[in-house]
C-alpha cells in the first residue's frame, strides 16, 4: 500500500479503481517568533479520503480537521478546518530511468471556523514524480502551486500565490518497517505570500497489506517554517 502521507511528497501512484483508501492522523507544530513570542498548533483529525473512480483516476476529499492554537499574550483560538476536493490523474507510470507521473488538482472549500476558514476558494495544483532507484530505495518529488485569498484589515481581498517544492528519499529497512527523509518548502512569488523550506523524516509500519501506521518529524530550515513539528498516523484501504 502507497499512501501520500506522512510526508509532504504526494505518490505518483493511485488508489485502484474500487478502493477506498483512509489516510488521517494528527500534529503538533511550534514557532517562535523573536526571543519570546511562541505559537503551538495542535491539528486532530486532519484527513484525506482517496477513492478509486477509474483507471487512471482516483477522487480526492481532504478535511483540515479540529484545531488549537495558542499564542503567548493572545487568548487560544480552537476550531475545525475547512474542507478539500481534488483529484489525480496518473500521466505515466514509469520504466527504468523515467519517472512515474501523475497531476494532481484541487480546491480548499471556506467551510471551516471562523478562525481557521481560508478567504476564498483557493486552487492547488502539483505534479508529482517517482522513481524506483533499486535497492529498496525510491525517490519521489513534486513542483506545483497553490493560491491562497488573504484579506486585509479593510477587508480587501488579494490572492497570494507560492511555488510548492518537494523531495523525499525513502528506503524499506525490514518488511514491516520503512524510513524516509526529505526537503519542503514554498516559495512566495505574487502577493504577500512568505516563502520558507523544511526538513523531516518518519517511519511508517505497515501492520497489514491494508493498514499502516506513520511516525514523523521536522524543524524548520528558515524563517516563516515552524520551528519543530511531530506526526502520528495511520492509513487503510479497504477492500483488501
Known amino acids: ?50 477513492i478509486g473512480v477509474f483507471d487512471p483516476a482516483e477522487l480526492r476529499l481532504g478535511f483540515v480537521g479540529w484545531q488549537h ?18 483529484a489525480k490523474v496518473r500521466i505515466a507510470h514509469g520504466e527504468g530511468v523515467s519517472p512515474a507521473v501523475a497531476l494532481i488538482g484541487g480546491i480548499l472549500i471556506p467551510v471551516g471556523d471562523e478562525d481557521f476558514r481560508a478567504g476564498g476558494v483557493d486552487p492547488l495544483v502539483r505534479v508529482a514524480l517517482a522513481h524506483d532507484l533499486g535497492g529498496g530505495f525510491n525517490l519521489g518529488y513534486n513542483a506545483g502551486a497553490a493560491w491562497t ?46 516563502s520558507w523550506v523544511a526538513l523531516d523524516g518518519g517511519v511508517t509500519v505497515p501492520l497489514r ?8 518529524g521536522g524543524v524548520g530550515l528558515s524563517a516563516g517554517a515552524a520551528d519543530w513539528f511531530l506526526s502520528a498516523g495511520f492509513a487503510v484501504r479497504v477492500p483488501r
Open 149 to 194: 485569498t488573504a484579506t486585509d484589515v479593510a477587508g480587501n481581498e488579494t490572492t497570494e500565490t507560492g511555488l510548492i517544492y518537494t523531495i523525499a528519499l525513502g528506503r524499506e529497512l525490514l518488511p514491516h518497517l520503512a524510513a524516509f527523509v526529505e526537503a519542503f518548502g514554498v516559495q512566495g512569488v505574487a502577493g504577500d505570500a512568505g
Open 69 to 86: 492554537v495558542t499564542t503567548e499574550g493572545e487568548a487560544a483560538a480552537t476550531g475545525f478546518g475547512d474542507l478539500a476536493v481534488g
Open 209 to 216: 497489506v491494508n493498514f499502516q501506521l506513520d511516525v514523523s
Open 1 to 50: 500500500m502507497v499512501t501520500d502521507r506522512p510526508d509532504q511528497t504526494e505518490s505518483a501512484q493511485l488508489v485502484g479503481r474500487g478502493f477506498f483508501q483512509l489516510e488521517a492522523g494528527g500534529a503538533h507544530f511550534f514557532e517562535r517568533e523573536g526571543s519570546t513570542a511562541a505559537t503551538r498548533l495542535s491539528n486532530v483529525g486532519g484527513a484525506l479520503l482517496r
